[in-house]
């Protein structure tokens, strides 16, 4: 069990530029989240996959953001025309959902994103 | 709708000694209560859960009791080190088909040797 990992862990970008963001869950777990976490705050939820439908979309997902998860397994997230508001760490998280419910989250280390 | 009030800090503390960080919540029915730690440049890690009223959840010597009559999951550790400094989120998770986790905004621990 290798854990979540997201690519790339920085990305600096200039105002108005794409971009987009991976994540690769935990192999078995069927349920992926978004989450974004600016300075100083807690994350906030923004979208999660039941493999690979969209079940959930926060009002803090503008129609500038778009996430796939095509074939239930990695996950992009992607953001276009970007703006500085945008600055933050872009967290990914991974559960297994069966019969009893959902269970605990795991997190990736994140991946910060300065907009300049 | 559903929210985790968490004390502010930043909280200074010596070696060795007791910590407690206060959590309170609001929500529709029976969450799932969890303790989150971010260690510096690093993504978020479990630290304990505890999934009903009068659970206590345990790890590393830290400990969270979930109180649904004072709706609170307070973390506590008897004898802090300087490896527990960090931040601390108390986060949710709705049972009413809401599978989202609505975090705190955390607590940052210096612990001083």
């Known amino acids: 069990d290798t854990g979540v990992s997201q690519d790339p862990r920085h990305k600096i970008t200039k105002r108005g530029q794409n971009v987009t963001f991976r994540c690769d869950p935990i192999?078995?777990?069927?349920?992926l989240y978004w989450y974004r976490q600016t300075l100083g705050q807690g994350p906030e939820f923004l979208t999660y996959?039941?493999?690979?439908?969209?079940?959930?979309k926060s009002r803090l997902l503008s129609d500038r953001f778009s996430a796939e998860r095509p074939k239930g397994s990695f996950s992009t997230l992607e953001i276009q025309r970007t703006e500085q508001g945008d600055s933050a760490m872009y967290l990914c998280?991974?559960?297994?959902?069966?019969?009893?419910?959902?269970?605990?989250?795991?997190f990736g280390p994140g991946t910060r994103l300065t907009v300049t | 709708g559903n929210s985790v009030t968490q004390m502010e800090g930043p909280v200074t503390l010596s070696e060795e000694a007791f910590l407690t960080i206060n959590c309170t919540y609001t929500?529709?029915?029976?969450?799932?209560l969890f303790w989150y730690v971010q260690y510096p440049g690093e993504g978020l890690q479990l630290l304990l859960k505890?999934?009903?009223?009068?659970d206590k959840g345990s790890n590393k010597g830290f400990e969270a009791t979930y109180r649904k009559e004072t709706t609170s999951f307070h973390l506590e550790k008897g004898s802090v080190q300087v490896s527990d400094s960090a931040v601390y989120f108390c986060?949710?998770?709705?049972?009413?088909?809401?599978?989202?986790?609505?975090f705190g905004t955390g607590t940052r621990l210096t612990i001083i040797p």
């Open positions: 998280a991974s559960s297994l959902v069966g019969d009893t419910g959902a269970y605990e989250q795991y």
């Open positions: 192999s078995e777990h069927n349920r």
């Open positions: 996959f039941q493999n690979e439908a969209q079940l959930e």
């Open positions: 929500a529709t029915g029976y969450p799932s």
């Open positions: 505890a999934t009903k009223a009068d």
């Open positions: 986060a949710l998770l709705s049972n009413f088909g809401n599978e989202k986790l609505t």
